[in-house]
């Protein structure tokens, strides 16, 4: 390739689930809006909801049908408490899942924490052509996936590949006449 690929800017919003953090007190959601304006990105949406399924699902599947939100990226709700349910509302509402992701966001946090990592339920996928982050809820996990994997991912200038490349064909099923395979 002749010449350094340009840097994409995407739209990114963040949703914080949790029951007791407001704006204010959130500093895993103010740790990934640093973290995606630092890289050049842009905020699109920010919002708290509570550990509820239809509510999480709600934001988030409004979210992937807007226009200018090209990642969602989810922090809180991936234990395995009663009110943790973040996987649960948004799993039905991808298209493809992320296998790979939540393998090595568990690779990444296994060196930081240990087997402690075994406790978060993250996860990804896409949904209307829309790629979804499901993250646990300490500012370190935030860190770990970001740093780690989301960072580089949603780099367009990244080698040898990234999400980036792929957005424009994410939708392609729904333009050859459905969901076909």
Known sequence: MAGE???????IAVLTVSDS???????SGDT????????????SARAIVPDDRQAIFNTVRDWTLA?????????GGTGFTGRDVTPEALEPLF??????????FHRISY???????????ATGGVANATFIFVLPGSPGACKDA??????????YRHLPCNFVEIMPRLDEHLKRGGGGV
């Open 5 to 11: 690929r340009p840097f994409i800017p995407l739209g």
């Open 21 to 27: 953090r407001t704006l204010e007190s959130d500093k």
């Open 32 to 43: 990934l809006v640093a973290r995606l304006e630092e890289a050049g990105h842009r905020l």
């Open 67 to 75: 226009p200018g939100v090209d990642v969602v990226i989810t922090t």
């Open 95 to 104: 298209e493809k899942r992320m296998d790979g992701f939540s393998a090595l």
């Open 111 to 121: 060196d930081k924490i240990g087997t402690a990592t075994i406790q978060s339920r």
């Open 146 to 155: 970001w740093d780690g994997i989301l960072k580089a991912q949603l780099d």
